[in-house]
């Protein structure tokens, strides 16, 4: 699953129940605060209500006003609050707040209640009439502080957004949970189904190569026969070059059964032998069997190293390197260099010739992986694989135009 | 006898009259009313310091001569602690505030004032005091806008 689908499947629901959730909780809170406010309204005025029975009593008493208003200007709850008499003139008004009586008695109606916002916060207005005796009407205003709804409201939308908060980092957290699991999942199927392909081509290989073997095997055992009865029937001086054929047909004989060999594990038949002298022997070859005239096989080490290793299996491997080396260089040279580090052999092989493109170095190790009109696409692959059964590491670096390096690590004697 | 008790109820009924008439005509203290709100432009005359609220500390006052008509006001701007401004004699103000009379003169609770092209806010639209909370808001004034 890519970036985009995977925002499509876990991202979009993710988002699409937050944005769910706030409005519904943002509604939901609307509604509670709508409900409280008109609560709160309902409980003050019917606080107004005893307040006016309060002071109609203190008046048929014949107190003063401003006797009636000191005990209320001492809560902190009543901002402000004044008496008017029926010709609506203000007998005597209170406030916590210097000259603050937000009154408009032009737009007053008889009997109302609003609230209103001020920098100490929102405050329940009330004016309403009431009479003390017969004929005699009074109006009272006053004005609650409504601090404890705010405080409420505020502590509500605290919680609102912490709770959205958490939910938020959560939803995070398991979405990036199951997106690692998910691209781990994905990675692991990913590898089996390259394993899978890997063995099915593996086992198309076995098959073609266990033929094809089979094939060359029997014409080679004859021909091996007529260079046993040559050997013996051929003049002396025809002698070397009968032994050299029959040589490289036992050669031959000997890769194709390794070759069928390398189907299954490879059996490693170990001897301790010089580099020097196999690199010598692989030029020998090289040389004889390449028509670039112009191809020079240079050989460097650091010290003299030996490896205990299959000589026949080593010999193939380096074969193919350079051979690999040598078609790709266009007239350059190759050289291979040798090193001993403690107990591994460091071997680099590198030519000047095109170089391998970036995306095809990954596959290069791949069977019948190959970029040539006339390769198998089986050598490299072997090499490998003989690297690895000698418990050691093949890599290969490369630039278009510039050359190829194979590095070989492998234990030493 | 007779003559002193009818005396002496005369005289309980007129202090009682006398008490609640004055309870009636006494005028309370006057607050910030925004049914008389009113713009003046005037000349600073005199500044004083008074208190003017109970529990209050001392508040600036202004005494300001109107250009037009040469009619004097008393202009309450802010406790003195809040107004950070110096004002001098003979100095212009233009004061927006909520009028009333008083033994007299002619009063202004100020709400925003305009002093060398800085306008003060010093109360908000219903009178509620800066000093009590928001704080002391300052404009610039703009090119070709009064307030």
Redesign the interface.
């Known amino acids: 699953m890519r970036s985009k689908n995977f925002l499509l499947f876990f991202s979009l629901p993710f988002i699409g129940m937050i944005v769910i959730f706030f409005v519904l909780s943002s509604l939901n809170r609307a509604y509670i605060r709508n409900k409280t406010e008109d609560l709160v309204k309902e409980q003050l005025e019917a606080t107004a209500e005893i307040l006016k029975v309060d002071i109609s009593h203190f008046l048929r008493e014949?107190y003063?006003?401003d006797e009636i208003f000191e005990p209320y200007s001492r809560r902190e709850n009543i901002y402000y609050m004044a008496l008017l008499?029926e010709n609506r003139e203000?007998?005597?008004?209170r406030?916590q707040?210097?000259?603050?009586?937000?009154?408009?008695?032009?737009s007053a109606k008889n009997e109302e209640s609003w609230i209103?916002d001020?920098?100490?916060g929102k405050i329940f207005n009330y004016f309403s009439p009431f009479s003390v005796q017969e004929g005699k009407a009074y109006f009272l205003y006053l004005g609650y502080s409504l601090k404890n709804l705010e405080e409420m409201v505020v502590y509500s939308r605290r919680n609102f957004f912490l709770i959205f908060g958490l939910i938020f980092v959560i939803g995070i957290i398991f979405s990036l949970g199951l997106f690692q699991l998910q691209r781990h999942y994905l990675e692991k199927k990913r590898e089996a189904e390259e394993e899978r392909k890997e063995k099915e081509r593996y086992r198309e290989i076995s098959a073609f190569t266990s033929g094809v073997g089979h094939e060359i095997k029997n014409p080679l055992n004859s021909v091996s026969l007529i260079f046993e009865l040559l050997q013996k029937k051929a003049p002396v001086y025809l002698q070397e070059e009968v032994s050299a054929g029959k040589e490289e047909i036992q050669k031959i004989s000997r890769i194709i059964d390794q070759f069928a060999s390398y189907l299954r594990p490879l059996k490693l038949s170990k001897e301790t032998f010089s580099l020097a002298e196999l690199v010598s022997s692989v030029r020998g070859s090289l040389i004889k069997e390449s028509d670039k005239a112009e191809v020079e096989i240079r050989y460097v080490e650091s010290s003299s190293i030996a490896l205990n290793a299959d000589k026949d299996l080593m010999n193939q491997a380096l074969i193919n390197l350079l051979r690999n080396s040598i078609e790709a260089g266009s007239g350059g040279e190759v050289s291979i260099k040798a090193q001993q580090k403690k107990k591994k052999v460091f071997i680099k092989i590198e030519d000047s010739g095109q170089g391998i493109a970036e995306e095809d170095e990954q596959h290069i190790f791949e069977p019948f992986f190959s970029r040539k009109r006339k390769g198998l696409g089986i050598g490299l692959y072997l090499t490998k694989k003989i690297v690895e059964a000698h418990e050691g590491k093949i890599e290969v670096q490369s630039k278009i135009g510039v050359g190829t390096t194979f590095l070989i690590q492998i234990p030493g004697d | 006898m007779k003559k002193g008790l009818s005396l002496l109820i005369i005289v309980y009924l007129l202090g009682f009259w006398s008490l609640s008439s004055g309870q009636e005509h006494q005028k309370p203290q006057h607050f910030y009313n925004v049914d008389t709100e009113k713009k003046i432009k005037g000349t600073i005359q005199e500044i004083i310091m008074e208190p003017r609220y109970k529990d209050s500390s001392p508040f600036l006052i202004i005494k300001l001569e109107e250009k037009k008509t040469h009619q004097k006001f008393i202009v309450e701007i802010s406790p003195v602690r809040f107004f950070t401004h110096d004002f001098h004699k003979g100095e212009e103000l233009e004061v927006v505030g909520s009028l009333y009379s008083k033994d007299g003169n002619q009063n202004i609770i100020a709400r925003q004032i305009r002093f060398k092209g800085e306008i003060v806010i010093l109360r908000d639209k219903r009178g509620f005091p800066a000093w009590r909370g928001g704080g002391m808001k300052h404009k610039k004034r703009r090119k070709g806008k009064g307030f």
């Open positions: 014949n003063s006003v008499n203000i007998l005597s008004w406030s707040f210097e000259g603050y009586l937000p009154l408009s008695l032009q209103i001020s920098p100490a």
